[in-house]
Each structure stands twice: as structure tokens, then as C-alpha cells.
């Protein structure tokens, strides 16, 4: 069984190929570190050269040259000491840029199913405080650990020269410092990795509480979260106090078996001088050596420290750089047809599909023996109650995820076989949750625009935002399209912010437009509105809506009604309505609904106003005629 510090050692040695383009600044780091720490080791001997003269009788002027070499050898060695922090700790922070790139890069590759198992407060504490300790490993460390080792030898070779033995009776209480180390190297790697756990905790439960401040204020929940705040930074206190007290008892306990060698300095050494044996010099030069043997001793256990800290979170960062998207591009993917018509052929022969789920866990299949035609330029509209299984049909067309049973097809090729990126750049969708960014309202509608020419990205601009009528709202914003956007577009209304994502959908020209209930927050006239611009949008594109509310998808040129994960029944709106079945009772319903509403607004406002609201759903009622009879 490996021990945890040979586990350490191999992540940290994943760090190998971030050094490569930085090979020359480590090499002169490192020389640097070793010749600053031997020229450190030569001014006790000139010191004790100077002071043996002075009690020999030599001429002052000796003295002052000797005093002139150590203050031109001092100044060398902190030049070289400067060198070495320029390089070693400039060298981390290209070591930790390039280490950030990689992991960004990696989580922007990852799939929908890696993303469901990790916190975003976790994979924050992750690109945050675990990459800080990386970086102190990867320079820091590495340099205090070569100034330690290098100058620790080389005092340890000048006492010998002075006297071996006094030298091996000094070093030896000083040798228990390593043994301790190792002992209490593991204690250090487990605590830090517990404080590191209980920070992407907190940093998650923080993030939550960002995100849904305004659900917090709604249910007046302010104090009922600062009381689970402060009981997680309690627990994060109390983890971080227990690595305190580790390194508490350690770095006294080192400077205690420093202190006793020392000790043995001073008597024994002592002794030695009084009796001729060593010179007053060599005295003087042996104590100063002891004590830059000491310190990097001492300081040894605080670099191993590093070490440890930087091991535990490399660990955390191999979660995400060695993840593996399940959903990927095959080795040799086969290209999409060109387009012969304006849209997508696309094809679902008995799909079934479930979210993944932990080992010995029975599947909760979401879709089951999905099957359907589409031919390009076609519009499919897709209805059903909540959680029905509309959102995970319309997220396997652009292979968010794979189905695990039957195929999907595009032009007929199976999307499994089609290059990822060039299935996707087909595609224009928009989500359930309308994202948007920090941004400008036309750098968001531009998103994913290949060709960002000015004129023709401006084009594609303004004419997908008339389709989503949204066009005459930013305008009527004082800075109209160059309008700052907070944070997830939350200076927007939710019609808004849809609007604005199936704008940003059209303006790519996608061949597939995929709508999942986009137009649930904007109001029944303005649905209206947008439902007439998309016919012109849609013409020669293959289109598929999902929605709850059959207003979205009554014009479709197909309609599948899915129930419980299958299709329980699809055609045309008007034969649908004739079957008198599923369809038949989910516009029955909603339209029972629109009149209670309606009836409720009409109440509210005055028995003058009931009349024109009535009038307004009147149509929808008498859509048709054998509803209405009903």
C-alpha cells in the first residue's frame, strides 16, 4: 500500500510538464540559490579570519580589507537572493497562470454529467484556494527547499573543517527535526485537506445565498442564513485552529532541538577554545554556522509544510484536469451532408434515456421509446406537463447528453458519429433559464456570431431581435443596445431576458433552432407577437419548441404530446383536437385557466374592463369548434 507521502509526491510531480517552458528560469533559480548560499557560508570564515588577525597583531588595515570583502560578498549574496526569489517565485505564478488555463479549459469541455455531480462554491474553492497552494509548491517551496538543503550542507561542511566532532555533537539533536517531519507530515496533508473540503462548503453556501438573495429576502430567511453561515465558519475555525495547534507544536519543538545543539556549542566548544584547542575565531565563525545549520532545519519543516498543503489541493485540482467528458467527438467523426435545404433532417428511432445515477442505483428513465421524424424545414412542437420529459429530448439533439437506448439521427447521421463542434454550430437554442452575461445587450446577442464583422454582426443583430420583438424595447433603453447588463442579465425582466436569448439564438442563422418553453415569461399578446415573427424566421429551418402551453406550438407543422417519458400521441393540431385525447384535455385545461384568471383581473379591476379581457381569450376558446361544444 502506498503511504500518503509517496501519494503526494506523484500529484505533485504532475506539475513536471507546466515547468517545461520554464526550464531556463528554474535551472537559474536554482544557481543562483546555490551560489548565494555558498557565498553566505564564506563570511564566517573571513569573520574569523579578522578576529584571529586582530588578536594576532596583524595591521588595522587587514582588518578593514577583510570587513571590505564581507560587505562586497553580503551585497553579492542578496543580488543572488534577489535573482532567486525574481525567477523561482515569477516562475510560480506563470506555473500557476498556464495551471489556470488548463483547468478552465477542461471545465468548459466537461458535459452536463460531470457538472451535476460538483458545487460551483467547490470547483471555486477549487480554481481559488487550492490553486494558491499549488503556486506556493510549485516556486516558493522549491526554493526554500534548495536554500535549505544547500545551505545547510554547506555549513555543516565548514564546521566540520573547524572540528568534526564538535560538529557531529552539535548537528545530532538537531536530526530528530527530519524524523518529526515525517511523522507529523501526514497529520499536516489531512488537515489541510479538511480545511480545504469545509471552504468549498462554505464558498458554495456563500455563492447560493449570491445567487438567491432575492428568494432569501421573499421568505425573510436573512437570519435563519447568517445563523448557517456562521455555523459553517465555525466548523471552517475550527479545522483551521487544529492545523494551528499542529503547527504550533511544531515549530517550537524544532527551535527547542535546535537550542540544545547550541548548548552543546557553547560548553563544549567552550572548553575547547579555553584550551587552545580551536581559536576565539573559529569559535565565533562555528556558533554562526550552527546557527544557519539551524534555521534551515527549522525550516524544513515548514517547506515539507508546503509541500503537504500544495499535494492535498493538487488532488482536488486532478478532479477536474483528469475528468473525462462522457460526451465527446469520435476519433474519425463523420461530416453532416452539405445542407440541400434550409434546415435538418432529424430522426429519434426508440430513444430512451435516464439521468446517470450512482452505482447499484435503479435508473428513473425520463424518456422511453421516443420515436419521430422530423424532415428539414419542418417545425415540431413538443407538449406536455411539467417533467414530462420535454427539456431532456430537446438537450439530446445538441448531445448534452447520449441516450442509452436507440439513435438519433441528422441528415442521417447518427449524432454519436457527427463532430461535436460542428453538430453544435448548427444549433441555435434557447434554455428554460435564460443566461445572460455582464455584458453589453449587443455583446450578448453577438455571442457565438463566427463572421464578427461589424456590418454583418450588426445586421444579424438587429434582425433577430425584431423577431423576438425586442428590437423597439432596447431602443427605448437610453444607451438602447449598449446597454450594461448586471450580473445574469438581473437589470432585465424575465420576458426580457427570454426575448433576448432567442434573439441571440437567431442571430447565429442556425439550421436547428431549439425552443425550451423560451416563452414562458412573456405575456400572451407579445407570445403572439414573437409566434408570428418566428414563422418567418423559421422558414427554411428545422425547428423544435417544447412548451407547456399549446399557444407556443398549435402552428407546428407536427405536435408530439409526451406523458411519463412517451409519446403518447402526435400529429396536427386539428387532429389532435379531434382524438379528444391527452391533447384535447391539456388545452381544455389551460384554457379553464385563462378564463379563472381572467375572471380574477376582470374582478379586480372593474365590472367595465371584465368585458375586453373576456374578449381577448375569447378566440382561444373557440379555436375550435368541437372544444367549444364540449
Known amino acids: ?48 579570519k579578522g578576529l584571529d588577525g586582530l588578536r594576532a597583531g596583524h595591521p588595522l588595515a587587514e582588518a578593514w580589507r577583510i570587513g571590505a570583502v564581507m560587505v562586497a560578498v553580503t551585497l553579492g549574496t542578496g543580488a543572488l537572493r534577489y535573482l532567486m526569489r525574481e525567477m523561482m517565485n515569477g516562475l510560480s505564478r506563470w506555473v500557476e497562470y498556464d495551471l489556470r488555463n488548463a483547468l478552465f479549459a477542461r471545465l468548459l469541455v466537461l458535459d452536463a454529467n460531470w457538472f451535476a455531480r460538483m458545487r460551483t462554491g467547490d470547483i471555486m474553492a477549487r480554481l481559488t484556494n487550492d490553486l494558491g497552494a499549488v503556486r506556493m509548491a510549485a516556486g516558493p517551496a522549491i526554493m526554500y527547499l534548495a536554500n535549505t538543503v544547500f545551505g545547510g550542507l554547506f555549513a555543516l561542511w565548514c564546521m566540520s573543517r573547524i572540528d568534526l566532532t564538535l560538529a557531529g555533537l552539535a548537528v545530532l539533536p538537531a536530526l530528530a527535526i527530519p524524523v518529526m517531519m515525517v511523522r507529523l ?68 519543538m524544532f527551535t527547542l532541538l535546535a537550542g540544545l545543539g547550541a548548548v552543546i556549542v557553547l560548553g563544549l566548544g567552550g572548553r575547547l577554545a579555553l584550551a587552545g584547542t580551536i581559536s576565539i575565531g573559529n569559535f565565533v565563525a562555528f556558533g554562526i554556522y550552527l546557527g544557519m545549520l539551524t534555521w534551515p532545519l527549522i525550516a524544513l519543516g515548514w517547506v515539507i509544510n508546503l509541500f503537504q498543503r500544495g499535494a492535498a ?84 439533439v445538441p448531445r448534452f447528453f447520449d441516450p442509452q437506448e436507440g439513435t438519433i439521427l441528422v441528415d442521417g447521421v447518427p449524432l454519436a458519429q457527427c463532430d461535436l463542434a460542428a453538430l453544435r454550430r448548427e444549433i441555435g437554442m434557447v434554455p428554460q433559464e435564460s443566461l445572460l452575461f455582464s455584458e453589453t445587450i449587443e455583446q450578448n446577442l453577438r455571442y457565438g456570431l463566427e463572421d464578427d464583422a461589424a456590418a454583418s454582426a450588426a445586421e444579424a443583430v438587429t434582425w433577430a431581435s425584431r423577431m423576438a420583438q425586442l428590437d423597439e424595447t432596447v431602443r427605448g433603453f437610453a444607451d438602447g443596445y449598449r446597454t450594461q447588463l448586471g450580473e445574469r442579465g438581473i437589470n432585465l425582466s424575465g420576458g426580457q431576458k427570454q426575448r433576448a436569448a432567442l434573439a441571440r439564438a437567431l442571430a447565429r442563422h442556425p ?23 418566428l414563422r418567418e424566421a423559421f422558414a427554411g429551418r428545422t425547428a423544435l419548441i417544447a412548451s407547456h402551453r399549446i399557444s407556443a406550438i398549435r402552428d407546428a407543422d407536427h405536435i408530439l404530446v409526451i406523458d411519463g417519458g412517451r409519446v403518447v400521441e402526435q400529429g396536427r393540431h386539428e387532429a389532435l383536437l379531434a382524438q379528444k385525447g391527452r391533447y384535447w384535455a391539456l388545452l381544455r385545461r389551460q384554457q ?39
Open 1 to 48: 500500500m502506498e503511504t500518503p507521502r509517496a501519494v503526494g509526491l506523484r500529484t505533485l510531480a504532475r506539475l513536471f510538464p507546466y515547468y517545461r517552458p520554464y526550464r531556463g528560469q528554474l535551472f537559474g533559480g536554482l544557481v543562483c540559490v546555490i551560489i548565494a548560499s555558498a557565498s553566505a557560508s564564506a563570511i564566517p570564515t573571513l569573520l574569523s
Open 185 to 252: 507530515g501526514k497529520k499536516v496533508h489531512d488537515r489541510f485537506e479538511a480545511v480545504q473540503e469545509h471552504y468549498s462548503t462554505l464558498s458554495t453556501r456563500a455563492q447560493e445565498n449570491l445567487a438567491g438573495s432575492r428568494v432569501v429576502r421573499a421568505y425573510r430567511q436573512e437570519a435563519s442564513e447568517v445563523a448557517r453561515f456562521t455555523a459553517l465558519g465555525e466548523e471552517y475555525l475550527r479545522r483551521n485552529m487544529a492545523l494551528t495547534r499542529l503547527n504550533g507544536f511544531m515549530h517550537p
Open 313 to 396: 489541493s493538487m488532488a482536488r485540482l486532478l478532479d477536474i484536469l483528469d475528468a473525462e467528458p462522457q460526451v465527446t467527438t469520435p476519433s474519425e467523426p463523420v461530416a453532416l451532408p452539405a445542407r440541400a435545404h434550409g434546415g435538418r433532417t432529424i430522426e429519434f428511432r426508440g430513444v430512451g434515456f435516464h439521468y446517470p445515477v450512482k452505482d447499484g442505483e435503479a435508473p428513473r428513465w425520463v424518456l422511453r421509446d421516443v420515436s419521430f421524424t422530423l424532415p428539414a424545414g419542418q417545425t415540431l412542437g413538443i407538449v406536455g406537463a411539467i417533467g414530462a420529459g420535454k427539456s431532456a429530448l430537446l438537450d439530446l
Open 511 to 533: 439550421s436547428i433552432v431549439l425552443l425550451d418553453d423560451a416563452l414562458s415569461a412573456v405575456d400572451t399578446h407579445t407570445e403572439a407577437e414573437i409566434l408570428r415573427g
Open 592 to 630: 379553464l385557466a385563462d378564463s379563472v384568471d381572467a375572471e380574477e383581473d376582470a374582478s379586480a379591476i372593474g365590472d367595465a374592463h371584465a368585458p375586453a379581457i373576456g374578449d381577448a381569450h375569447a378566440p382561444a376558446m373557440e379555436a375550435d369548434a368541437g372544444l367549444a361544444g364540449a
